[in-house]
């Protein structure tokens, strides 16, 4: 099991925002870290820290936290961001990493 | 540039032991602050992390996994070898190295493609 929780999956129609979401006690004292998977490949991080962007990401991902609840959010969702979306962060002791379930995104 | 490639054998059976290295290049593993990371992902199913080698040689092992795991450095070849005893088909999974970000903060920043071992 995960210990960092997420929806399974969601769902967001072309152009349209959309939030996915990560809960977990450890994000209270780390960042998350967000990634993007598409069939077959390994995955990507799209965002890191506090709300940055590596090189090449596109602006319209963001990220945000509150409390033990981080958030990705796409604003004007693209046909190419349909994927699926993991959350990680540093346990509670700082010296391991734990991943989300993942959340498959779906663009209508 | 900072590149990183998971290898290892493609089948493996039952109770046999796995041998993964991690090749990389564009930076060194003995520089202050560095650190490898080993995940792994099932078919269909969520990544996992299972183990982490820093520059100064400090290892951190998943808790669910640790009897299991032994990760090892060869500095002077730039490759991180991951060993994982008592193979099973629940460890059919790619297997995926990760160095920490230029922040020294990010722990899974650069991914190398993953090595699928299916246990069999």
């Known amino acids: 099991s995960s210990e960092l929780t997420q929806d399974p999956a969601v769902s967001v129609a072309l152009g349209q925002t959309v939030r996915i979401t990560c809960q977990g006690d450890?994000?209270?004292?780390?960042?998350a870290s967000w990634y993007q998977q598409k069939p077959g490949q390994a995955p990507v991080i799209v965002i890191y820290?506090?709300?940055n962007r590596p090189s090449g990401i596109p602006d319209r991902f963001s990220g945000s936290g509150l409390g033990d609840t981080a958030s990705l959010t796409i604003t004007g969702a693209q046909a190419e961001d349909e994927a699926d979306y993991f959350c990680?962060?540093?346990?509670?002791?700082?010296?391991?990493?734990?991943f989300g379930g993942g959340t498959k995104l779906t663009v209508l | 540039q900072v590149t990183l490639r998971a290898s290892g054998p493609a089948l493996v059976k039952p109770t046999q032991t796995l041998t993964l290295t991690c090749t990389f290049s564009?930076?060194?593993?003995?520089?202050?602050?560095?650190?490898v990371s080993w995940i792994r992902q099932p078919p269909g199913k969520a990544l996992e992390w299972l183990a982490r080698?820093?520059?100064?040689?400090?290892?951190y092992y998943s808790t669910s996994l640790k009897t299991r795991l032994t990760i090892s450095k060869d500095t002077s070849k730039n490759q991180v070898v991951l060993t994982m005893t008592n193979m099973d088909p629940v460890d059919t999974a790619t297997y995926y190295c990760?160095?920490?970000?230029?922040?020294?903060?990010?722990?899974?920043?650069?991914w190398g493609q993953g090595a699928l071992v299916t246990v069999s």
């Open positions: 990760a160095r920490i970000g230029d922040d020294y903060v990010t722990l899974l920043y650069y």
């Open positions: 564009g930076f060194s593993l003995s520089a202050t602050g560095m650190s």
């Open positions: 080698i820093d520059w100064d040689d400090d290892k």
């Open positions: 450890s994000l209270r004292y780390y960042f």
């Open positions: 820290g506090k709300d």
């Open positions: 990680n962060s540093r346990d509670t002791s700082g010296n391991h990493v734990v």
